[in-house]
């Protein structure tokens, strides 16, 4: 590998030189390899962790969305046995209903437009008939999301 010339112009091989300076570069370059490496497993690690952070916070807004729900839901058919009217629960029933079906499946989408379409026609002793099935398919749906 490495030359070196004498006195007599006669071209030597000296192995312990040739090997100090192999070393002696590999000593300078590895820390530098050692360093990328490191820093690209830790970019890698970073995107899982906000990969997984992500999944995570939209598995609970679905979640909370899902409560919010069914909550909405018995909140309107108590209201409705009422005599102070139902005004208020039908607009915050109406509003999470619509925010809620983005994030279902078909199966639960179908079941909820029936379930809006019982309370819109104001057919409130019927809604009773749904809310076992409506849990069921929930709980299903957060199954899911686990």
Known sequence: MFLL?????????????TISVILAVVALIAPSITAFINNKHIEKMKKME??????????DRKISMLEKYIASV????IASKSTSGNLPEVINY???YSQTLI????????????????????RFDDLVDKL????????????KLN
């Open 5 to 17: 010339l004498s006195n007599s112009s006669e071209v030597s091989f000296n192995p312990t030189i």
């Open 50 to 59: 906000n990969n997984h952070e992500i999944h995570k916070n939209l598995v």
């Open 74 to 77: 018995g909140e309107v058919y």
């Open 94 to 96: 109406t509003k999470i």
């Open 103 to 122: 994030y279902v499946s078909e199966e639960s989408t179908k079941l909820m437009r029936d379930i809006n379409s019982i309370i819109v026609q104001k």
């Open 132 to 143: 076992p099935e409506l849990s069921l398919v929930l709980k299903d749906e957060m199954r």
